[in-house]
């Protein structure tokens, strides 16, 4: 089977198939692909065409594989805590996207995030002894829920979390659609998307952000 071959797939074609491979994950349902992938070794020594880069959280409950329903050699998948962007993670998309000519970049966040909640605590009570490592990824994450402890949801610490997990997706995902001048040029002239997504731990439901710009082909 294995169709992931990202010269050949569009972005919007790329959002299709993640989103029926979601709806599989959702239903209990394994696809042909993913049950196929072992035999899918040796075809993929030449070579790999992801159809989609994905750049989620490290959280050990949201697989990009398994809650996509793909299997070997279909996404490119970048994980880390708070699916934060730093320089390195920005040079790996770009690696993935030029590399591959994959056109499509999901970065992908989760409900009950941990890296969220644990630049939340740090903001309303500061920790004396924080990793300088840990701070780091609680700095990227720190603008965009420092503006929401400035409205009314301090009061409600459930729709603050809610919050601030999305604000957090939608400012990585600006960061790499604004943060790099090889994206910006994928974005113009290679119908490269970059859009944000939130799995839900209760429903295993990917609800994407499509509230942006499209450029695709």
Not at 132 to 138: A, E, F, K, Q, R
């Amino acid at each position: 089977m294995g169709l992931g071959h990202g010269s050949m797939i569009s972005a919007s074609e790329s959002l299709a198939r993640l989103k029926e491979g979601n709806a599989r994950f959702v239903a209990d349902v394994r696809g042909e692909d993913a049950l196929a992938s072992h035999a899918r070794r040796a075809e993929l020594l030449g070579g790999q065409e992801p159809f989609a880069i994905i750049l989620g959280c490290s959280d050990s409950r949201v697989p990009a594989e398994l809650v996509f329903d793909q299997g070997l050699g279909d996404l490119f998948v970048i994980r880390v805590a708070g699916n934060v962007v730093a320089p390195s993670q920005v040079g790996s998309v770009e690696f993935a996207a030029e590399q591959f000519n994959t056109r499509l970049v999901v970065v992908m966040g989760h409900t009950m995030c941990g890296a969220v909640t644990a630049t939340v605590n740090e903001l309303i009570q500061p920790s004396e002894n924080r990793s300088p490592n840990l701070g780091s990824i609680v700095d990227r994450i720190r603008p965009s829920v420092e503006i929401l402890l400035e409205t009314d949801l301090r009061n409600d610490r459930d729709e603050l979390m809610r919050q601030a997990v999305r604000a957090n997706i939608r400012a990585a995902t600006n960061h790499l659609r604004h943060g790099s001048q090889l994206l910006e040029s994928l974005v113009e002239k290679n119908g490269l998307r970059i859009v944000g997504a939130e799995y839900c731990l209760e429903t295993g439901v990917v609800e994407f952000f499509e509230d942006l710009p499209k450029k695709q082909v």
